[in-house]
């Protein structure tokens, strides 16, 4: 077969081959160092085979592979591209194939059809337990997080299921427990009603920073170039800014350094740290929006970078944890940061209830979680079901929306290697939901969702047409695109007439 090969296309092909054997290597080695330590934590898991696959993706993306990655697509050779759930099934295919073309007796022997597919069924297989069994006409759950007004509205229910509702979302940061046990009653009978049936996720509260008190005129917003002082002592009638608030962590403000990054309400505002003196801090406004933004307690408060040493379980999490532990399928971990918050958690857990526990969906909030989060996948994985939530509004806030843009791709990557499934959270059609009609971004926004298992979207008075919309949406992508994949699916838009 070489010899139908020039010299210059023997040595490209050669190079490629040995580069290839050289990038194996590599990941076998360098992905050991994980696995030494992993495996043994895994001892009764069946998740073994899924976190061998994770470390050599780990491995793999350590190096720049983009000049290979030419190299191999002037060949017309699968590239590496799409590798996440089968790393090395994806390498040794490659390599086999350029293996047969060089007529190389040390070339690996190609994998079978089951090799290469064998992470999309790991990853379909842990979606289906945790998730619950897929829709018939998509893969992608859609997950809804229920109004106040939902506890015990049946029809309302109803409608949400036969609209396309696979996932109930219940935030404990809102409502009472008697609302919580409200809505999963109404549940039970409207899922008796229609035949269609919802799975449970309770997302704890988290220690999630809040403005605790404020003092600021009535009907004033804050405006880009307004300040606002940031104090831990009671509200000074005296004091000379109009906008005053007392964080909800005690001591936060003598942590805070001169030109440190503060934002207000989820992201809508930020500023920086323009003065300090021991009894508060001075932040100015340099991004608010054009009518400016309503200073109030319970308002969200983010401080980027800042280690807050804060437990990830509060009093409140604890109490509901009564409930969450009893009644969801899922339990949501609002604001984890490293292993040992997981641990903390499953510790909870095994005080409540013997085993097999509920899920646990890791919110992806913070820097600090990204960083963790294969350690925190494996240490989940270890003693029930996970997945992981890319909660793109605090990430956002956390690593700014230019690094958000490509680490929600990078997210996705990281949990298809790991063979957990996804939930694409934050806004998604959020005007729709809330106001009736759809933007264009949203909807581009909400087919970008669909390379997730799960797309969740937030309360609005619109959420059963946004369901319906969204049903749609997914459906359409569903025969062009799988994960990373492109399908192919015909395309009808262009055809001849006759």
């Known amino acids: ?159 949400l299921l036969e609209a396309g509702m696979d996932l109930v979302r219940i935030n404990c940061a809102h409502d009472q427990p008697d609302v919580w046990l409200g809505i999963i009653e109404a549940l039970h009978e409207a899922e008796a009603r229609c035949g269609h049936s919802a799975r449970i996720v309770m997302d704890l509260a988290g220690p999630k920073l809040r403005l605790e008190e404020v003092q600021a005129p009535p009907a004033l917003r804050a405006l880009r170039g307004d300040a606002i002082w940031l104090t831990d002592e009671p509200m000074d009638q005296t004091c000379p800014h109009r906008f005053q608030a007392r964080p909800s962590l005690p001591g936060l403000v003598n942590h805070l350094q001169m030109g440190a990054a503060v934002w207000f309400d989820d992201g809508k505002a930020g500023g920086h740290v323009e003065e300090k003196q021991a009894q508060g801090a001075l932040v100015r406004l340099t991004t608010a929006p054009p009518k400016g933004f309503r200073v109030a307690a319970h308002k969200g408060l ?89 909660a793109r509004g605090d990430l956002a806030v956390e690593l700014g929306f230019q690094r958000l843009s490509e680490m929600q791709e990078e997210l996705l990557w990281l949990a298809e290697a790991a063979h957990v499934p996804v939930v694409w959270a934050t806004a998604v059609l959020d005007r729709l939901v809330r106001r009736g009609a759809p933007s264009r971004a949203e909807v581009t926004d909400a087919a970008m969702g669909q390379r997730s298992e799960c797309v969740m979207l937030n309360k609005g008075p619109y959420l059963v ?28 838009a262009w055809a001849i007439p006759g």
């Open 1 to 159: 077969m070489t010899n139908q090969l020039s010299p210059g296309e023997i040595d490209e092909a050669r190079a490629l081959y040995e580069e290839l054997l050289a990038l194996r290597s590599f990941v076998m080695q360098d992905c050991q160092r994980r696995l030494d330590q992993w495996l043994s934590r895994l001892a009764q898991s069946d998740y073994k085979t899924s976190a061998v696959n994770l470390a050599q993706y780990l491995a793999l993306r350590q190096r720049d592979l983009r000049q290979l990655q030419h190299g191999l697509i002037s060949w017309g050779l699968s590239s590496l591209g799409r590798s996440e759930g089968r790393v090395l099934a994806n390498i040794d295919a490659v390599t086999a194939t350029l293996g047969a073309l060089l007529q190389r007796e040390d070339a690996p022997a190609r994998p079978r059809g089951e090799e290469m597919f064998s992470g999309e069924h790991h990853l379909n297989r842990h979606t289906d337990t945790l998730f619950g069994p897929r829709h018939a006409r998509r893969r992608t759950r859609i997950m809804c997080t229920m109004p106040t007004e939902a506890s015990g509205d049946v029809k309302l229910l109803q409608r």
């Open 465 to 492: 047409e946004a369901v319906a919309i969204l049903d749609d949406v997914l459906c359409r992508l569903e025969g062009h695109q799988g994960k990373k994949t492109p399908w192919l699916r015909a395309l009808h």
């Open 302 to 390: 983010n401080v980027p970078g800042l280690e807050l040493g804060l437990d990830p379980l509060t009093q409140k999490d604890l109490a509901d944890l009564d409930i969450v532990a009893r009644h969801a399928h899922v339990v949501g971990f609002s604001f984890v940061q490293t292993p040992q918050d997981v641990q903390r958690l499953q510790q909870e857990l095994a005080a409540r209830l013997p085993k097999p526990w509920p899920g646990l969906m890791l919110k992806v909030e913070t820097a600090s979680a990204v960083s963790h989060l294969p350690e925190m996948i494996i240490t989940a994985a270890a003693q029930q079901d996970v997945a992981v939530m890319i």
